[in-house]
């Protein structure tokens, strides 16, 4: 009896080594086939409009690299760092200024660069709306202005910096100042009358005509910036070294991939791009990190502090 119950215990072992086997290369194989895209809430107004913006790219990506990306949207720009540094996020849309913030921290490095018509470059603007006397940057001395995240590059660091460089002070001699998170937030904001200039991206104004959103083809540009590279997409750089090298190259050859189609290929806004560039230098942000530069954190706490007043 003792040998019987020996013999079946011995079984019942193997079987659990065998499930706990199985298990764990389930548990191993989604790891290591799933991986977790975060993006910037740059666009859309909503979670799911902004995840929709790339949800068609990565769904190419992963039809060619055998692997599931699971797209989510962050609160901030700030949560985005904070989760390529933390290890939660393996790869994240993000603006110029979020890629030189984690990459700073050693958390990131560029996977690839969206390209339209050759050029790898998108454009922050100030906009009006069309029956208002802002006409020039001059005009918005004293005015109300809406910008987006304090982390952003074309809702808030290029802006700024415009203004600075046409003699305003943002904190002295703007009227009030709103903070608000997102570009389509400013743009709704600037619709409604409720501030007299908004700041964003020509990609997120542009999205908004093409979605027919009520009072964006009411509206007046007052300045547009120079060329800024456009917005990345980066990978943490914990990943292993082949896992790069593969995404590299699924993203190098993605308009070339079978089974693609052209409008799978989108970018910023969920515009359509010719394809992506992986050997985009990382010292083409040089000039957007001279303008963070600029921006002291001083200043951004004087300017936190007014916008905080209403």
């Known amino acids: 009896m003792i040998t019987v119950w020996m013999a079946m215990a011995r079984m019942l072992a193997i079987a659990a080594l065998a499930a706990l086997a ?143 460089e046409a003699g305003i002070d943002p904190v002295k001699d703007l009227g009030a100042l709103r903070l608000t998170g997102t570009h389509a937030n400013s743009l709704a904001a600037l619709i409604e009358g409720r501030v007299d200039v908004a700041t964003l991206s020509f990609d997120s104004y542009e999205k908004a005509v093409r979605s027919g959103i009520p009072g964006a083809r009411d509206l007046r540009v007052v300045a547009r910036s120079e060329a800024i590279p456009y917005p990345p997409l980066i990978m943490n750089s914990r990943l292993p070294d082949d896992l790069k090298q593969e995404l590299r190259q699924a993203f190098k050859n993605i308009e070339n991939s079978p089974d693609i189609q052209p409008e799978m290929i989108r970018g910023y806004g969920g515009a359509q791009v010719d394809g992506y560039d992986t050997q985009f230098s990382s010292e083409l942000f040089d000039s957007v990190a001279r303008k963070m530069a600029r921006l002291s954190d001083e200043l951004k706490g004087e300017i936190l502090k007014k916008s905080s007043k209403r």
């Open 22 to 164: 199985a298990c764990s290369g389930n548990q191993e194989n989604v790891s290591t086939r799933q991986l977790d895209v975060l993006l910037i809430p740059a666009d859309g107004g909503t979670e799911s409009g902004t995840r929709a913006d790339y949800q068609p790219l990565f769904d190419a990506v992963g039809n060619t690299t055998d692997r599931y990306f699971d797209l989510k949207v962050a609160q901030s720009y700030g949560a985005v760092v904070e989760a390529m540094c933390n290890g939660t996020a393996d790869i994240a849309f993000v603006g110029p200024v979020t890629y030189l913030q984690a990459k700073e921290r050693g958390c990131a490095e560029l996977l690839a660069v969206a390209v339209e018509d050759g050029q790898s470059i998108y454009y922050a603007g100030l906009f009006a709306r069309r029956d208002s006397p802002i006409q020039t940057l001059a005009d918005v001395r004293g005015k109300s202005v809406a910008f987006g995240d304090v982390n952003s590059t074309s809702s808030f660091i290029i802006p700024i910096t415009m203004l600075m």
